[in-house]
């Protein structure tokens, strides 16, 4: 049976082209306010900004989508090397407080996809358009090379975000243990072996949930809820 579409999958859609918009406007351009609010609700529910209002993440996402449309390999990183790539951004963070010049290169995708957005590119260089192209033309292969492995924004918020209150739960009565939600999550988390998702990598983009066919053995809310308590605040 063909499932139908849920409200944050239209929700997710929509939401970074409004907030794209607003960008090129000038209404949220380096919004200290805004910085502090995403920074909030990155502390309490997760890294919404990355999964749900990111310019540059929406750009890999969708070309993850275009590459499989047309068919172009799907690389899943193994595990091990997974296991220690995903720190790199959070080394690349705490390396861009000491002002190595290296660092700034690393991380320059993303500002220079953001300058993109709002016409301000005047400072970017030959090699920093060819480390954007290159992460670019990447995320048709890998899901979110840059935000998983680059990103120092996703490292500030990714970081908060392993204290949050709410998150993405597994009920492991119901859990039939087929994998599904591993083989979905494009930040290849093990969410099959784990009770909540506190996890710095999770964006909430609830593709985990989608992929469970097991209705109600994955859904997002309290953490501290015990099992088999009614939810009223679960996806």
Not at 61 to 84: F, I, Q
Not at 150 to 179: H, N, P, Q, W
Not at 204 to 213: L, S, T, W
Request: hydrophobic content about 40%; glycine content about 10%; overall charge positive.
């Amino acid at each position: 049976m063909k499932k139908s579409i849920k409200w944050y999958q239209v929700t997710r859609a929509i939401l970074p082209i409004v907030y794209t918009a607003l960008l090129i406007t000038g209404l949220l351009w380096k919004s200290p306010l805004m910085v502090i609010i995403l920074l909030g609700i990155a502390f309490l529910s997760g890294a919404f900004y990355c999964g749900w209002l990111c310019p540059f993440g929406f750009t890999q996402e969708w070309l993850g989508n275009l590459g499989r449309v047309l068919n172009l390999p799907y690389l899943r990183v193994p595990t091990k090397v997974e296991r220690w790539l995903r720190f790199s951004r959070y080394i690349l963070f705490g390396l861009s407080m000491t002002g190595l010049a290296f660092v700034y290169f690393l991380s320059d995708p993303y500002n220079n996809f953001m300058g993109l957005i709002v016409g301000n590119t005047g400072y970017v260089t030959i090699g920093g358009w060819i480390l954007l192209g290159g992460f670019i033309l990447s995320s048709m292969l890998i899901d979110r090379p840059f935000c998983r492995y680059f990103c120092t924004e996703g490292a500030r918020y990714g970081g908060l975000s392993m204290a949050r209150i709410f998150s993405i739960r597994r009920d492991k009565d119901k859990c039939v243990s087929c994998g599904a939600c591993d083989r979905k999550c494009p930040s290849q988390i093990k969410v099959s072996v784990k009770g909540h998702v506190r996890n710095g990598q999770c964006i909430n983009c609830f593709k985990c949930i989608d992929a469970c066919p097991v209705e109600g053995t994955l859904s997002y809310g309290w953490v501290f809820r015990k099992q088999g308590d009614k939810d009223e605040q679960s996806i």
